[in-house]
């Protein structure tokens, strides 16, 4: 969803055309592939090493993509090897030519080791299809059966098809706190949770630069969502605590280099703004939950348009990861009544809770990224 900030600072007007790439410090360049969705384009990054190139993220799988790498190793190289792949995480549109890239080039792949995990897990649950497992998260929040069965017949961006390469069949381990020396430069990982269970950024200090990946971005906010495959999570509070940390960590002077939309200065503001998000729509869900109500009802509470195929099953989750956040601090409780979950408020006054930024549900959709 968009919460576009008007504190932020932009430093470039526009990207760089596809299968280019520009320089945004010395030894750390920008590049952007296309994307079949309405945000039209992720942005990747080049480090520079004394002997190679490091590789922060690949975009989405297909040719288009896979063709515009060939363009970009064989201009924007200067004749030198890539020697590392970093994938900061496990979500379709950052880790779509890994397979490819690895192969192409023979290097590994670099990724923590949650993201790694859930990137060959999430192929093969999405091509097998439903599970009682799957069709019990969802009735419990209040999805009809008819609703997945559609949905079962539409394509996934995690399925890989006949024509993709697979996904690389080992890894190197990236850990939070560990220095990765590139071209003289310390480049130090900062893992965030919430959108992804351990999702890798890397900053420098020297440079005053971080590569944010998906885990701050300066006008769309990341989806944070539970999913079937753990419905018991608790992903938004580690989506909070994350930014706290963050907070401590960044100086504002910061150059982010996020996956989405421009690079931006006052990462400060930014962080703040985020945080005040999501703790707005938890209070709105609050406000609406004094009569027991399911989740997917609540929807229309979040977001103001229709929601329809993997959109809804998006705002779904990020609904349901608000409501457990709630949960945690004992301000909603849950029943099971039949099979589905009730979630109802128990604050005693909700008159009394300061608001901290009142918004209206957003005109736009939910987007995994």
């Not at 690949?58 to 590392?84: C, F, H, M, Q």
């Not at 023979?106 to 949650?114: A, G």
């Not at 560990?178 to 999702?199: A, F, N």
């Not at 705002?315 to 109802?344: D, F, P, Q, W």
Request: aromatic content about 8%.
């Amino acid at each position: 969803m968009s919460t576009e900030s008007t504190q932020l600072e932009y430093p470039y007007d526009s990207p760089p055309p596809f299968g280019t790439t520009q320089e945004v410090a010395p030894g750390v360049r920008w590049l952007q592939m296309p994307l079949p969705m309405s945000l039209k384009y992720i942005n990747l990054y080049l480090i520079e090493d004394e002997d190679g190139w490091t590789i922060v993220d690949t975009g989405i799988r297909g040719d288009e993509t896979r063709d515009l790498w060939l363009k970009v190793i064989e201009n924007e190289l200067k004749g030198k090897p890539v020697t590392r792949i970093v994938c900061t995480h496990m979500h379709p549109d950052h880790t779509g030519q890994a397979g490819f890239l690895t192969q192409h080039c023979r290097v590994s792949l670099s990724m923590s080791f949650q993201e790694y995990l859930m990137a060959k897990t999430m192929g093969p649950m999405t091509r097998d299809g439903n599970h009682w497992q799957t069709e019990a998260y969802f009735e419990r929040a209040g999805i009809e059966k008819s609703f997945l069965e559609e949905l079962h017949n539409t394509p996934s961006s995690f399925a890989p098809t006949a024509n993709d390469h697979p996904f690389p069949i080992s890894f190197t381990r990236l850990v939070e706190g560990q220095i990765l020396t590139i071209g003289g430069v310390e480049w130090e990982i900062i893992c965030g949770m919430g959108h992804s269970p351990e999702h890798v950024c890397l900053y420098s200090k020297q440079h005053r630069i971080l590569i944010s990946g998906d885990q701050i971005l300066p006008i769309v906010t990341s989806n944070v969502s539970v999913h079937p495959t753990e419905p018991e999570a608790n992903p938004l509070l580690g989506w909070m605590e994350s930014h706290v940390k963050f907070k401590a960590l960044i100086p504002n002077e910061t150059l982010v280099l996020p996956a989405h939309n421009l690079p931006f200065y006052n990462v400060q503001a930014r962080l703040d703004e985020l945080i005040e998000h999501h703790e707005d729509r938890m209070l709105q869900l609050e406000e609406n939950c004094v009569t027991p109500r399911v989740a997917a009802d609540l929807l229309p509470v979040l977001f103001a348009r229709k929601l329809e195929g993997y959109t809804k099953i998006m705002a779904l989750g990020e609904c349901v990861a608000h409501l457990h956040c709630l949960m945690s601090r004992n301000r909603i409780e849950r029943t099971l009544e039949g099979n589905r979950y009730l979630y109802r408020s128990i604050a005693p006054d909700l008159s009394t809770r300061a608001h901290p930024d009142r918004h209206e549900p957003p005109d736009d959709l939910p987007r995994m990224v």
